[in-house]
């Protein structure tokens, strides 16, 4: 079956604008979330999303936000782009049964000039 | 809060060498364990998980014991490959009450398998 889609894979953005990204899950995923990956921080959690609603958030500030959709897709938005928002953001879905593990996406490369 | 900690490297060996990676775990409750390996260019892929205490996660050679006793999850493979070539992480996932259980990364170990 086909995996986690992220579109799109490779992103340039100037300071100040703003970015969406999108995340299709696993057909019958209902559980998704986002991580940022950069070199100095490493893997953050950004959001999870279940069933439509946000159900947990990382320590990010307001500019980074998410949405699901009815059919499980998912999209984060970055507004207000800074230079430290250059990485790459990794979107994962997962059934919803406990230590099941999440399938991750290829990911979104930012690059933000 | 749950965090992971695991031996950075990078970590070079030759190829059908024997390759164990550290990573030791802090969290309340009883966590789930993970191994993920990422490829250049590439997402995170899952490579074996263990749910609970004294479970064995395996898979292409790999293993991983979940050590409550040490809170530890040490990747383990008995002769590398130079397809082994990766980053490695280590991750844990801990149900919150509202169901939620995003993974907690450790910072990841670069492995180079030489021919």
């Known amino acids: 079956k086909a995996g986690v889609t992220q579109t799109p894979r490779y992103l340039i953005k100037t300071r100040g604008q703003q970015v969406t990204l999108s995340c299709s899950p696993i057909?019958?995923?209902?559980?998704v979330s986002w991580y940022q990956q950069t070199p100095g921080q490493g893997l953050q959690f950004l959001f999870e999303?279940?069933?439509?609603?946000?159900?947990n958030k990382g320590n990010f500030p307001g500019r980074f936000s998410g949405r699901q959709f009815s059919n499980s897709r998912s999209e984060m938005n970055v507004s207000t782009l800074e230079l430290g928002d250059s990485a790459l953001y990794l979107c994962?879905?997962?059934?919803?049964?406990?230590?099941?593990?999440?399938?991750f996406g290829s990911g979104t490369r930012l690059t933000v000039v | 809060g749950d965090s992971v900690t695991q031996m950075e490297g990078p970590v070079t060996l030759s190829e059908e060498a024997f390759l164990t990676i550290n990573c030791t775990y802090t969290?309340?409750?009883?966590?789930?364990l993970f191994w993920y390996v990422q490829y250049p260019g590439e997402g995170l892929q899952l490579l074996l998980k263990?749910?609970?205490?004294?479970d064995k996660g395996s898979n292409k050679g790999f293993e991983a014991t979940y050590r409550k006793e040490t809170t530890s999850f040490h990747l383990e493979k008995g002769s590398v490959q130079v397809s082994d070539s990766a980053v490695y992480f280590c991750a844990l996932s801990n149900p919150t009450q509202g169901g939620s259980e995003k993974l907690v990364f450790g910072k990841g170990t670069k492995l180079t398998v030489n021919p």
């Open positions: 969290a309340t409750g009883y966590p789930s």
């Open positions: 999303y279940f069933s439509e609603t946000q159900r």
């Open positions: 263990a749910t609970k205490a004294d």
């Open positions: 057909s019958g995923h209902r559980s």
């Open positions: 994962a879905s997962s059934w919803p049964a406990s230590g099941y593990g999440y399938t």
